[in-house]
C-alpha cells in the first residue's frame, strides 16, 4: 500500500469499548431491520439524489442476499470467554472476534465483501441505494503504531462506479476509520465504525459534510440463498 489511511482519534479505555460496542450493534440491528422491510416492499434505488455521477456505466446487483445468524460461522472466529471467569469478561465478550477477524488470514482471504449503505439522514424514510459488490480486502501492518493494521479493500462497484477503500483497523478494539474513493469523479467519503462479529458496521460522510447515512459491509459466503 502506497498511500496512507485516515488515522485513529478515538481512546481503547474499557468503558468506551463498552459503549461503542453496544452502539454498532443495536445501530446494526436497526439497519438490518429497515433494510430487510425495505427490500421487502421495493428494491433499492436506482442512485442516491447524493451521487455525483447519476449516469454511470456500472450496473451493480440490484439486491443481494443477506447473511443471517445461522449463515454466519461466529464459532471460527469468536475466541468466548467463559462467563463469570473474569471481572473484566464484559469487555473480553465485545472484542473476542478481533483477533482472528483482524488476522490477513481472514480479511484477506480472496473472500468477495459487500454490503449496502443508507441514505443520508434527512430522508423521512430511510432508504438505501443499491448494493456494494465486488470488493477484496489486503492488509499490512502499520508503520507507527503496533495497534493499527492498514487495510484497503479493491474491485468494489456500486451505483456511482467503481471505488476502493483504504483506512486503518485498530486490532485491539476494533475501531475503523477508511475512505471510500471512486476511480473516475466521484466523491471521496470517510467512514468511521466498527469491525464487528457482523462485517463492518459504519457511518459515512459525517466526516465530510456533517451528514450522511450508515455502511454494513459483510463476506458473501455468509449471505443465505
Known amino acids: 500500500m502506497t498511500e496512507r489511511g485516515p488515522q485513529p482519534f478515538l481512546s481503547p479505555s474499557n468503558e468506551y469499548v463498552l459503549d461503542a460496542a453496544s452502539l454498532a450493534y443495536r445501530i446494526l440491528s436497526y439497519f438490518i431491520r429497515d433494510l430487510r422491510k425495505k427490500l421487502a416492499t421495493e428494491p433499492p434505488r436506482e442512485a442516491s439524489e447524493g451521487s455525483a455521477n447519476q449516469n454511470s456505466q456500472s450496473s451493480p446487483?440490484?439486491?443481494?442476499?443477506?447473511?443471517?445468524?445461522?449463515?454466519?460461522?461466529?464459532?471460527?472466529?469468536?475466541?468466548?470467554?467463559?462467563?463469570?471467569?473474569?471481572?473484566?469478561?464484559?469487555?473480553?465478550?465485545?472484542t473476542c472476534h478481533l483477533r482472528r477477524m483482524s488476522d490477513p488470514g481472514f480479511l484477506q482471504d480472496g473472500s468477495e465483501w459487500c454490503g449496502y449503505y443508507s441514505l443520508p439522514y434527512p430522508h423521512a424514510e430511510v432508504d438505501f441505494d443499491p448494493p456494494m459488490h465486488g470488493i477484496r480486502f489486503t492488509t499490512a501492518a502499520a508503520s507507527n503504531d503496533s495497534r493499527l493494521i492498514e487495510i484497503e479493500g479493491t474491485g468494489g462497484i456500486d451505483s456511482v462506479g467503481a471505488f476502493k477503500l483504504r483506512g486503518t483497523i485498530d486490532i485491539d478494539i476494533g475501531v475503523l476509520n477508511m475512505d471510500k474513493l471512486y476511480t473516475s469523479d466521484g466523491p471521496r467519503w470517510g467512514w468511521v465504525g466498527f469491525l464487528t462479529p457482523f462485517g463492518i458496521i459504519a457511518s459515512w460522510g459525517a466526516r465530510n459534510h456533517g451528514s450522511g447515512g450508515w455502511v454494513w459491509l459483510y463476506k458473501r459466503a455468509w449471505c443465505t440463498s
Not at 64 to 80: G, R
Open 61 to 94: 446487483r440490484n439486491t443481494l442476499a443477506l447473511p443471517s445468524s445461522a449463515s454466519i460461522p461466529f464459532t471460527e472466529f469468536m475466541d468466548l470467554p467463559v462467563p463469570f471467569s473474569d471481572n473484566n469478561v464484559l469487555k473480553l465478550f465485545t
